[in-house]
């Protein structure tokens, strides 16, 4: 959809994560290139303005040289069982729903929301969630592509017809520093010392630094709280940074331009690349791409439906 508004000569807000595969990123973010168009990427912490101002201190050295972040997110989601075929509910387009997506018959634990956990669809909690964090953690440590990614995790919970894992941990191995995420979807217990369910921390040699939602607190080596501070959590500050970048087409004025939505949602895939063929992937730092494997290369894209393959 983001690439039919591009290529319409739209101005486009594509929500996280903004592609299904990493295909499609690429294709993304080429468009947005070719066509000229602004894209924000729905990264919404990127605007937040006490999120704005932790980065910077980290920047500043206010915790030392930093090489370790950590980003999670914990949630309590119940069963989805076993769904069984069903008609299509009056109203709901499934044709169209599916989109590129290949052809299948429609079950009654699938929409609106259970398609997050299919891999037709969805992109399981790590594209769901995870990416809010892994991209505070890229952003903080000013990172862009990992040289191997390795995911371990599995469905654990429940047995269902939940596909992608709801208990994953991913290193992001970035040469000199190190990114690691934890999801836990169905284990709520949050992490640091105020069980935040959300967050993402980072580790200097003088310190630490944790964002949960719009705040951020600062701890010396000896976990001593030196500073606390409270911000807002609202996404309307991202959506107007959008429509003043739109309106003066300017797209160096985002705060989340779609190029560096993608590179974040590139963890996402890649993690799930990993997770899926249960190896460490090894990337080409240059061309971003995966590197001496054909079995996982070939989750780069997807199948698609005939007629459907998106393109520029």
């Given amino acids: 959809a983001a690439i039919l508004g591009l290529t319409a000569g739209k101005h486009v807000y594509v929500e996280k994560p903004c592609c299904h595969n990493p295909h499609e990123g690429e294709l ?17 912490r990127r605007s937040y303005p006490k999120n704005i101002e932790a980065i910077a201190k980290l920047r500043e050295g206010v915790i030392g040289t930093v090489r370790f972040s950590r980003g999670w997110y914990t949630n309590n989601r119940p069963t989805i069982g076993k769904g069984k075929a069903v008609p299509v509910p009056a109203g709901l387009d499934w044709t169209l729903w599916q989109g590129p997506a290949p052809e299948r018959e429609y079950h009654d634990n699938y929409v609106p929301y259970n398609w997050h956990w299919f891999w037709d669809w969805g992109t399981g909690e790590c594209g769901n969630n995870g990416i809010h964090s892994l991209d505070i953690c890229r952003w903080g440590l000013d990172v862009d592509c990992p040289a191997n990614v390795t995911s371990a995790g599995g469905r654990y919970y429940f047995d269902d017809d939940w596909q992608t894992p709801d208990t994953q941990f991913v290193t992001f191995d970035f040469g000199d520093k190190v990114i690691q995420w934890e999801g836990r979807s169905c284990s709520p217990r949050g992490m640091e010392s105020n069980n935040s369910g959300f967050g993402a921390a980072f580790y200097g040699d003088k310190g630490s630094l944790v964002i949960d939602g719009g705040n951020y607190a600062i701890y010396d080596l000896k976990n001593k709280e030196i500073a606390k501070v409270t911000g807002t959590a609202a996404d309307a500050p991202h959506m107007q940074n959008f429509l003043d970048a739109a309106r003066a087409n300017d797209q160096s004025k985002l705060n989340a331009p779609i190029a560096e939505g993608y590179a974040s949602v590139l963890l996402c895939h890649l993690a799930n690349i990993s997770q899926r063929t249960g190896r460490t992937i090894h990337m080409d730092t240059a061309t971003k791409r995966i590197k001496d494997d054909a079995e996982a290369a070939k989750l780069w894209a997807r199948e698609y439906r005939p007629g459907w393959e998106p393109k520029i």
């Fill in 28 to 44: 993304l973010v080429a468009a947005q290139k070719k066509f000229d168009r602004v894209c924000q990427h729905g990264s919404q």
